[in-house]
């Protein structure tokens, strides 16, 4: 059974930096799609950075240019550096294997398997 295990989260001031990680057990990232999502409360869950099987990347507009998606196989790791951090950032973050949703649409929520997520918070 794949598993997916977040971690990295924590508090912040607005311009700060955070960088999360996700390890996959019984999956390999190499060989398919994922991405990393947040909720809010009272909010829908959003895609926020998502990378094909071959390594092209995929952004919402709100992280563009702050936001990098990256992962290492050797390790099996997957990572989000999130740089200047602002408060509206502040979110329940979540990583995703498994993608099943159609070509283009990667950054809809259409994953078969979701960690457990890592909170961030950004204080201004």
């Known amino acids: 059974q794949v598993q997916l295990v977040e971690s990295g989260g924590g508090s912040v001031q607005a311009g700060g930096s955070l960088r999360l990680s996700c390890a996959a057990s019984e999956y390999t990232f190499s060989s398919g799609s994922m991405g990393w999502f947040r909720q809010s409360p009272g909010n829908v869950r959003e895609g926020v950075a998502a990378m094909d099987y071959v390594g092209t990347t995929l952004y919402a507009d709100f992280v563009k240019g702050r936001f990098t998606i990256s992962r290492d196989n050797a390790k099996n790791m997957l990572y989000l550096q999130m740089n200047s951090l602002k408060p509206e950032d502040t979110a329940m973050y979540y990583c995703?294997?498994?993608?099943?949703?159609?070509?283009?649409?990667?950054?809809?929520?259409?994953?078969?398997?979701w960690g457990q997520g890592t909170q961030v918070t950004v204080s201004s």
């Open positions: 995703a294997t498994g993608f099943r949703g159609a070509p283009g649409a990667r950054l809809d929520p259409a994953y078969a398997y």
